[in-house]
């Protein structure tokens, strides 16, 4: 077989692509742990922790954050040119 013949096998994103779909999974997991915790160890004994402001706010939007971040990273096209003169 000649390397003519054979097809050069190309990624479905390029590298940035790649890079910001990582940020998002990571920021995705950030908002996870986050969220966890605030339960009681004993399960007689109710824990007002998991109403926290962390847990209730901060912990989903920055989960749908990551959503957010890994949506673009999916659509972001990088082959497009801002050049118009083309």
Do not use: H, W
Request: net charge positive; charged share 20%; glycine share 10%.
């Amino acid at each position: 077989m000649s390397s003519k013949n054979e097809q050069k096998q190309e990624f479905l994103f390029e590298k940035v692509n790649y890079k910001i779909l990582l940020i998002g999974i990571g920021i995705i997991v950030l908002g996870f742990i986050l969220m966890s915790g605030g339960g009681s160890d004993d399960p007689a004994v109710f824990s007002e922790a998991i109403f926290d402001f962390r847990r209730i706010r901060l912990a989903p939007t920055v989960v749908l954050a990551g959503f957010g971040v890994v949506i673009y990273a999916i659509m972001k096209n990088p082959k497009k040119q801002s050049n118009p003169t083309n």
